[in-house]
């Protein structure tokens, strides 16, 4: 399996910590998968010794880098990498302040497949939303669904990139278009992720301009709308 971690962005705030999670996550998934992976990383700060240390790891077979000032999709839709992603039979998508707690990643491409989820996520805990972290073991499909740790081919994190626009950089309001653009996603409850850190996001700023993206991109303008069509668990799934 060729298999890739991608983080979107990290940089100054919290770094050390952040570090230590992206280490952290980074043994798990060797450990659970049993065999090396490649790590794309792009860093809003320059952060040299970090690159240093993630170079000598010796279970990363690629590393891919790319530095530029900015927020979340300022980086990872510019980023020139992208280019290597239809490499990949699989791609890890988590953002650095998600610490993985228990996951298994080649069960979660199992239940990815059987269902035909696009986009599968963990249960996260400390998500800003209960439908992220308040059912006990089961597989609930979603309209909803937080951007913390999603599990994608390459085919979904194209479709992923697509519905994102430069402009709208914290993603604010995305996550709850999943049913208006018919994307099938959907969190596997048993196995879990801690989103560690409080949040940076600019708030006055991230609503603004969700509710330009609402408007320009869908027929909502705002945010209480989109509720006013959509649950956000459309299906149960018990195991």
Known sequence: MKFLYYLPAIGKNDIEEKYNILIHNLEYIYNNINESFDLCINFYTISDYIKVKLRSLPFINNLYIYEKKGVLTELFLTNPNN???????????????????????????????????????????????????????????????????????????????????????????????????????????????????????????ARELMNEYLKTHTKYNCYDDIHKDFAAIIETINF
């Open 83 to 205: 280019s290597y992603i239809s490499n990949y039979d699989y791609i890890l998508f988590i953002l650095d302040d998600v610490k993985i707690m228990n996951i298994d990643i080649k069960q979660m491409i199992k239940i990815k497949e059987k269902y035909h989820i696009d986009f599968l996520s963990s249960k996260i805990l400390k998500s800003s939303h209960s439908f992220m972290n308040d059912n006990p073991n089961d597989l609930t499909i979603n309209n909803f669904l937080e951007v913390y740790l999603l599990l994608f081919t390459p085919i979904d994190f194209n479709k992923f990139c697509s519905i994102h626009t430069i402009k709208n950089k914290w993603m604010w309001g995305v996550d709850f278009l999943f049913g208006y653009y018919n994307i099938r996603v959907g969190i596997l409850h048993k196995y879990i992720a801690e989103h560690v850190l409080q949040s940076n996001s600019n708030g006055s700023e």
